[in-house]
């Protein structure tokens, strides 16, 4: 079950990097990038990903209210494909609606002002990211692990079932 991820957080001026430690437990936030162009990014990431044995990138994904992908989502996407691509890495997205406001709350409560610290936002939005997908996949790793399954008789009476 271990692995090594990097969770991002992109937005237009900065992106916010997490990583987990080996278990597969935990995310931390890394570091903020600012955005200057691709290559400096993709120069960042690089390093990050050489040094943690990243395999894979998990990436927030701003879903509307209503659940679709609007226009920013949809550039995060072109730019996540592209960066994982460049990574050569498998890419997974994960809800991110709400992140940034969680973020800013958890510092509120640290007595942190959120203004002043945007790319800290940033980070721990990140790490929010890589923490829902750390434990989406360890529940379906458990789940997957203790649901029975059906043998054939089981099938067998399925199949000869009328509804």
């Known amino acids: 079950m271990q692995i090594s991820a990097l969770g991002l ?3 237009r001026k900065r992106i916010g990097v997490a990583g987990c430690d080996r278990t597969g437990l935990i995310a931390a936030g890394l570091m903020t990038i600012d955005r200057q162009s691709f290559q400096q990014v993709q120069s960042q990431l690089q390093q990050l990903v050489t040094e943690r044995n990243v395999q894979v990138l998990v990436v927030g994904l ?3 209210m209503s659940g679709s992908i609007g226009a920013q989502a949809r550039h995060i996407q072109k730019f ?10 498998p890419l997974e997205y994960v809800d991110e609606r709400l992140t940034s406001f969680q973020a800013e709350q958890l510092l509120h409560a640290q007595k942190i002002s959120p203004s002043r610290n ?11 990211i890589l923490q829902q997908w750390l434990d989406e996949r360890r529940l379906k790793a458990t789940y997957t ?7 054939a008789a089981d099938s067998e009476a399925l199949d000869s079932t009328t509804f």
Do not use: E, F
């Open 9 to 11: 957080d992109v937005g």
């Open 118 to 128: 945007k790319g800290l936002i940033d980070r721990k939005a990140a790490s929010l």
């Open 145 to 151: 692990q203790t649901s029975p399954k059906p043998d």
């Open 80 to 89: 996540a494909q592209a960066m994982a691509t460049a990574l050569q890495l």
């Open 62 to 64: 701003p879903y509307t």
